[in-house]
């Protein structure tokens, strides 16, 4: 495996090639992805020198930013777990790189998979501050409290009704009786 997470890589080709259905030389304009050839270790430079950890930790709500945060620690981590490098990269694009959001279909691939459209181009950082984070934050809560009593609510609809009930076998009786040959 190599060293950086970069598209030169055949591991990394070859899983762009099948998720996509493209060979690295068809149609795509690897130029205007600003993920193409950036180390993680160089991305998360980048991040860390104009946001710093603090602000990471606050948005991505990642452990790896608060606790004895360094850069060469957050990339072993990262680089062993998916879900975190994915979000930190999409921070990078969307937040750092100020690009437009994805459309619906370039959303479900990784970060590094998406394609950039030629008329998007790369923006000033966007401003970022502890207090918007802690107001995101509670609308995320706020909304993950709400998706719960929804699921609540549907879920007790649904509910069966337990055997126990309506079991004729006396419950003093060896439950694996009728396994047991």
């Not at 099948?18 to 950036?38: A, F, R």
Request: proline fraction near 6%; glycine fraction near 2%; include cysteine.
């Amino acid at each position: 495996m190599c060293c950086c997470i970069c598209l030169c890589c055949d591991e990394y080709s070859d899983r762009l090639t099948n998720n996509l259905g493209l060979t690295m030389s068809s149609e795509i304009n690897y130029k205007n992805n600003p993920l193409h050839g950036v180390s993680l270790k160089n991305l998360l430079t980048e991040i860390v020198d104009h946001y710093g950890f603090e602000i990471l930790f606050a948005y991505l709500n990642i452990n790896c930013f608060n606790n004895n945060p360094s850069i060469d620690s957050s990339v072993k981590f990262l680089k062993k777990t998916d879900w975190a490098r994915e979000k930190v990269e999409a921070f990078y694009l969307y937040q750092f790189k100020n690009l437009p959001r994805a459309s619906a279909e370039q959303f479900e691939l990784p970060p590094r998979d998406r394609i950039i459209p030629q008329d998007q181009t790369p923006g000033m950082p966007a401003e970022l501050s502890l207090d918007d984070a802690e107001r995101l934050r509670e609308k995320r809560a706020k909304k993950a409290a709400m998706h719960d009593a929804d699921a609540g609510r549907h879920s007790n609809s649904d509910k069966r009704v337990s055997n126990h009930s309506r079991a004729s076998v006396p419950r003093d009786s060896d439950p694996w009786a009728k396994w047991k040959k």
